[in-house]
């Protein structure tokens, strides 16, 4: 099935239908707990996101991992890499996360009736499955398309959540450095285009507020933001934005187009559902209150 057979923009509300699993991953209290029981020096849920998600890379130095998540402070990934690596594992960490998050995952989804989660299973396999073809360029998501794929269904679908989501990141990135687009800078303008709050960006990768307002300096003499004092995106700005995000959108696509259009849309469906239970079962907007310091 071509890429064409499907629209790309709807890969976003596709990934979006999973991808609560894979913040609740990182921020539930035992993932912490458990990072920490390792020897880990954690701090935070922010620190239990970079050592995570780096984990798949395997014991890579502090220069890799900033490469790869492109906008994370570099003196904060420092202070965790590769010293947790001396501390445990990237394979005892990844085990620790699951022990530690996947009875929390099973009690939520357990609301949903059998055949909708092995639907959603299926659909999230086949996704998967189709992404690992294209690891190329794509660091974060070439260490998870390493592991081998779950069989428990809950579990499948939490780490599809999180292989699709770094492949779109990786993407993404991808887009933002054709751009000439910094670590901060992409932040700002993420903040300026989605109406996502800023202070949350700015404190949860760690940059002070100085180096924050550098870059909306520099944004707005390079054309991206108006004078305004809340940083607004230009007319000019705002249409070089919609063309990374379109961009992310046709580079996630590959994945999406063994399930064709119906398969899209139903994963969309199915994923409200999942949704709603991890919401229900305290693995949702709850959760996501956890302060990530400063």
């Known amino acids: 099935m071509s ?12 990934l979006r239908a999973i991808e609560t699993s894979f913040g609740a991953g990182v921020l539930h209290p035992a993932v912490l707990e458990a990072i920490s029981g390792l020897g880990v020096k954690a701090k935070d849920v922010a620190d239990v ?10 014991p890579v130095g502090a220069a890799v991992v900033c490469s790869a998540f492109f906008n994370l402070n570099p003196s904060v990934v420092r202070e965790l890499i590769p010293a947790s690596w001396d501390q445990a594992s990237p394979e005892a960490i990844l085990a620790a996360q699951t022990e530690a998050f996947a009875p929390a995952l099973a009690a939520a989804v357990a609301s949903m009736t059998r055949s909708d989660l092995a639907e959603l299973s299926a659909l999230s396999r086949t996704v998967t499955e189709a992404a690992i073809e294209h690891t190329e360029g794509r660091p974060l998501f070439a260490g998870l398309a390493a592991l081998p794929l779950p069989t428990e269904d809950h579990l ?7 292989l699709l989501r770094e492949h779109r990141g990786d993407g993404h990135v991808a887009a933002l450095v054709i751009e000439q687009l910094g670590p901060i800078d992409a932040l700002v303008i993420h903040a300026a285009f989605d109406g996502f709050p800023a202070e949350m960006l700015r404190r ?9 307002n550098g870059s909306v300096d520099s944004l707005r003499t390079r054309g991206w933001l108006t004078d305004a004092v809340e940083p607004t995106l230009t007319h000019d700005g705002s249409a070089r934005r919609r063309s990374i995000e379109d961009r992310t959108d046709h580079l996630a696509a590959t994945a999406f187009a063994p399930i064709g259009t119906a398969g899209v849309e139903r994963m969309i469906e199915l994923g409200a559902t999942f949704t709603q239970a991890l919401e229900d079962g305290g693995l949702g907007s709850t959760i996501r209150r956890i302060p990530l310091g400063d």
């Open 156 to 162: 499948m679908i939490w780490h599809a959540a999180k």
């Open 204 to 212: 949860s990768r760690r940059w002070s507020q100085e180096e924050w």
């Open 3 to 14: 890429m064409s057979s499907i629209d790309p923009s709807r890969t976003r509300p596709a």
């Open 49 to 58: 996101n970079i050592v995570t998600r780096s984990a798949p890379m395997g």
